[in-house]
C-alpha cells in the first residue's frame, strides 16, 4: 500500500537512504533534518507514518513524538523510532506515543526492518512491542564493529549514487569525494584530495561560491547556489550541507549534472517563444492579404478596361507581379504560423524528392546530389505545393552553405513512431516517413543553431535573403503534425530530418488545374467585414456577369438569406469576422437552406477552423489575394 511518509533524522546519509528505499517502494517520502522543521511541514503534509531518530538537535525524537501524539489530524499516523542508541539502553516507546521502534544497524539488515515496520503500520491495531527490531543485529559490546561496519555501508552507498557528493573543509579543502564527483571533474582522486574546491570553477563563477560557503561556516544551514555552475565545460547545481559534531566542522556537497535539464529547458522557452511568433506572423499574414486583395481586385478591374497598348499597362501588371511577390512572403509567413495548408493530398515523397531536386539540380552544377530513397515508402498526406516548398527551402539553404560546391545527400525511410528517439517531444503513435537532407557545407555554431528557425533571422548580407525560408518549413512541418530537427556543427555540414505522419491512403499524382472561365450568370452573396473588399468584391463580381448581394456581418449575412435564400445560388463567405465568425455563419446558413453552396474565403490558408468546415460539407476555399480568373474558376467550379 502506498503511504505518505516523513522522515527526521539529522544525519544526511540516513535521509538518503531511507528516500532511496522508500522511493523504490513508490511511496511519497519527505525529508527533514530535526524536529523543529518536521513540525512546519506537518503544517502541510500529514503523513501516515513518520520515521523519527531519538537524538536531534532542534527537539528531540521523545518530545517530537508527544507533541505530534497531540495534533488531531495526526491521531492515526504510525510512528516508528530510528535510533542507535536501542542496542545500548531500554527504550519506553509506549511512554511517548510511539508504535515501533528500529535499532540502527548495517544498512541492509535496517533495510529489511524498515519494511518489517511497514508492514506493521498496515495492520490494524497493532500493539507496539517493547523489543526493538533489529536488536538481535546489534550488540552494544561490539558497537565499535557495528560503527564501522555502518561507515562501510556509507561508503558503498555513496559510491553507487547518482550524484556526486564532496566533503570538504571549512576552508573548502577536498577530504572526500565519491566516483560520481570523479567522473564529473575529470580528474582522478590523488589530484582531487586536499585540492581547493572552488578552484574546480571558472574564475566568474568562484566568488559566489566563496559567498556560500563563508555562510554556510556562519550560519551552519543548509544552501543551494542559486543557477547552474559551469564545471568542465558541464552545466552543474550545487547543494551544500553543513556537518558538525563535537570534535570537527565540515560541509557536504551534493553535485548533480544539469547540462541535459539546462537544455531541455532553452529548447521548451525556443518553442514557447517560436509559437507566440508563429501566431503575430500568422495575424500579420492575414491582414497583409487582405491589404493585398484591394489593390489586386482593383488592378484586375482596371486591366480588363485598359487596351493593351496604353501606356498604363504595363505598370499595372508590374503592380500585379508585386502583388503575387507579397503573396509569396504572406504565404512564408502562413507556414511558419501553420496556417499554410492549402488542400491535403495522399502522396509519394519519394516522387516530389526525385522531381524537386531534379529541377534544383539543374540550377546549380557545382553541386551533387545523392538519393537513396527507400522502396515501398509509405505515403505521407500533405499539401503538395507546401511540401515542395520545404523541399525547395532546405536544397537552398544547402546551396548557401556550399557557395564552392560540394554533395547534398537525400534520403527517405520508413520508420515507427518508437524509432523517433526525443525527450522534447512525444511523437502520437503510428509509422512516419522520415527524409534526412545532409549538406557538406560550412556547417553553424550553437548561437546560429538557436535562431535557425526564427522568421526573419538570416546570415546572408542585406538583401538577400528574408530569413522566412526555414521559418517556414518549420512552421508546415509542424502544421503537419510532423517534427524537424537540426544537427550541425562549424565546419561539419549540417543534417535536417524531417517526420511526416504516414498515410493509409492511396498515393494521388498531382492533378493539372483547370482553365479559368470568364462570364457567366447567377447571383451571389458576397459576406465581408471590410468595406474596401466588400467594395472591390461586388465590382469584380459584377464584371464577371454575377448580381451581387453584401452584407457587412454574419448576423446580416444570415438576416438577408432567410429572406432571399431562393434566389441566392452562392455565398462567398469571409472566414474572420468580428462577433460571429465564417464557422458559425455555415452553420446557420445550412440550417436554413442544406443545399446552399459557399465558397470560403480568408487570408489565412486552409487550415484550422477553415479545414474543419470543409470537412462538414463545404464546396470550395479561395485564399487572398485572389485575382479575377481565380475567382471566376471557383465560383464555376461550384456552380457547374
Known sequence: MIKKI??????????????????????????????????????????????????????????????????????????IILSAIAAEQEVDIASFGANTCIAKGSLDKMAKHVLAAL??????????????????????????????????????????????????TPEGKIIYINPKAISLIHRTEDQLLSSNFTDLFLESDRPRIKNHLMEINSTSQPASVQGPLTLNEKQVSLHLLPVMDETQRSILIIL??????????????????????????GGIAHDFNNLLMVIQGNVSLMLLDLNPAHPHDEMLRTIEKQVQSGSK?????LGYARKGRYELKSIDLNQWVISTSGAFGRTRKNITIHRELAENLYPCETDQGQIEQVLMNLFVNAADAMPEGGDLFLKTTNINSQDIKTKLYTPTRGDYILLTVTDTGVGMDSKILDRIFDPFFTTKELGRGTGLGLASTYGIIKGHGGYIEVESEKGC???????????????????????????????????DDEEVILEVGEKVLKVLGYKVWVARSGAEAIDFFSKHRHSIDLVLLDMIMPHMGGGEVYDQLKAISPNVKILLSSGYSIDGEASKIMARGCHGFIQKPFDIMQLSQSIRTILR
Open 6 to 79: 516523513l522522515v527526521v533524522d539529522n544525519h544526511p546519509v540516513v535521509l538518503k537512504f531511507m528516500s532511496q528505499l522508500l522511493d523504490k517502494m513508490g511511496h511519497q517520502v519527505r525529508t527533514v533534518e530535526d524536529g523543529l522543521s518536521a513540525l512546519e511541514i506537518l503544517k502541510t503534509f500529514t503523513p501516515d507514518v513518520i520515521f523519527i531518530d531519538l537524538i536531534m538537535p532542534h527537539i528531540g525524537g521523545e518530545k517530537l513524538c508527544q507533541i505530534i501524539r497531540k495534533m488531531p489530524e495526526l491521531e492515526k499516523t504510525h510512528l
Open 329 to 333: 512572403l504572406t504565404s512564408q509567413l
Open 256 to 281: 548533480n549534472d544539469v547540462s541535459e535539464q539546462k537544455r531541455m529547458e532553452a529548447q521548451l522557452i525556443q518553442a514557447q517563444k517560436m509559437e507566440a511568433i508563429g501566431t503575430l506572423a
Open 119 to 168: 508492514e506493521q503500520a498496515d495492520r490494524k491495531n497493532h500493539v507496539p512491542s517493547p523489543k526493538p527490531l533489529g536488536l538481535e543485529d546489534v550488540f552494544a559490546r561490539n558497537i565499535t564493529m557495528e560503527l564501522l561496519s555502518v561507515k562501510r555501508h556509507f561508503e558503498i552507498i555513496l559510491n553507487g549514487m547518482a550524484e556526486g557528493i564532496l566533503e570538504i
Open 493 to 527: 555540414g549540417s543534417t535536417f530530418k524531417i517526420y511526416l505522419p504516414a498515410s493509409g491512403k492511396q498515393a494521388q499524382k498531382k492533378a493539372n488545374p483547370s482553365a479559368p472561365i470568364s462570364k457567366a450568370i447567377g447571383t451571389v452573396l458576397l459576406v
